[in-house]
DNA sequence: CGGGGCGATGTTATAGAGTAACAGCATGTC
DNA sequence: GACATGCTGTTACTCTATAACATCGCCCCG
């Protein structure tokens, strides 16, 4: 997956992609991706390591030429994530554009402590032990979060 | 579990079990409980909860009569979560107590949106799907983290 | 064409979460 | 008793996130 392989990948196909899929999905949907929104998307996009709000606040402070406030990013943000565009990595306090938008999100990250990339996974065993352990004892589930911190295949390879 | 039943416990027991526990841990590892920490882990011990450091904080500087500074509570929660006494809900930026600590811990949580309790699980299942799909993809596998929100039984039956 | 309503954005202020750098204290060890 | 180490205190600061309220713009309906 290109995402792992950050090195080797033309990331403004990354982008371009995921805003074209992000274009279609609201239009199907009645969801108004604006002006604005859109950006915040790609912004988010910048790369495939999960970035902070106020990371993407200076760049799109910077691109509009004026000072933004936190708020206008955060409620971006809260848009796209309800649209399943992009994801919150809970244990960063940060942001990541979803891999497959339209499809299922279980929520399932892989995140390299040296590097920094979060790959998005969608594994239906995990998926199972939740759903069968949470039914065992009564317990309702609403959103599942599974975030891994360790280490990708070419971090590994980097540092022995 | 009692946690899973907050209004049926007497949670001074929960408390003052944890505090046992953590005296016989620590003793043992040689690791220093002071007055400080341990005093700490018994506010984290207030509910079955997940507590913010801050909320903490100000139990503390009243316990006191002085207003305490952050870094003293960060730095006593620090040092529990690596004795493996508290965890961190990284989604809720909070802290709980540890229900079992001593044995394996894989981070496992139950968090109910409705009343705020989070029981701490253990399952297997879910650890061993971790590793499956980590170990396919060649990631290697530092901490896992799994918190899963939805609605505990209790509060199921109370809202049909 | 005009008004009404609603959702999006802007503004200001504030709360909550966490860390850096440095000073001082206590506790055990030799 | 002197030292070393680790715990605690102090001050200041950064980052993350939300509240409350004003305004703007667009679409729909009459």
Redesign the interface.
């Known amino acids: 997956m290109s995402a792992?392989r950050p090195a080797d990948h033309d990331h403004t196909h990354c982008i371009a992609d995921a805003l074209t899929r992000a274009d279609a999905l609201c239009a199907e949907r009645g969801a108004r991706l604006t002006a604005l929104r859109r950006q915040v998307l790609e912004l988010v996009w910048t790369s495939h390591r999960p970035r902070g709000a106020y990371a993407i606040l200076e760049d799109l402070s910077q691109r509009e030429g004026k000072s933004t406030a936190p708020l206008t990013v955060y409620r971006a943000l809260e848009f796209l994530v309800e649209q399943g565009l992009v994801h919150r990595i809970?244990?960063l306090?940060a942001y990541i554009g979803c891999a497959a938008p339209g499809a299922v999100h279980s929520g399932q990250f892989?995140v390299?402590?040296a590097c920094g990339n979060a790959?998005e996974?969608d594994?239906p065993?995990?998926r199972?032990?939740?759903d069968?352990?949470?039914a065992e004892?009564?317990?309702?589930?609403?959103?599942?979060?599974?975030?891994?911190?360790?280490?990708?295949?070419d971090c590994?390879e980097k540092s022995p």
Chains 1, 2 share one sequence.
């Open positions: 792992a809970e244990s306090n892989l390299c402590e790959v996974i594994d065993r995990i199972a032990a939740i069968t352990t949470a004892r009564g317990f309702r589930v609403n959103r599942p979060t599974v975030e891994v911190r360790g280490m990708c295949t590994q």
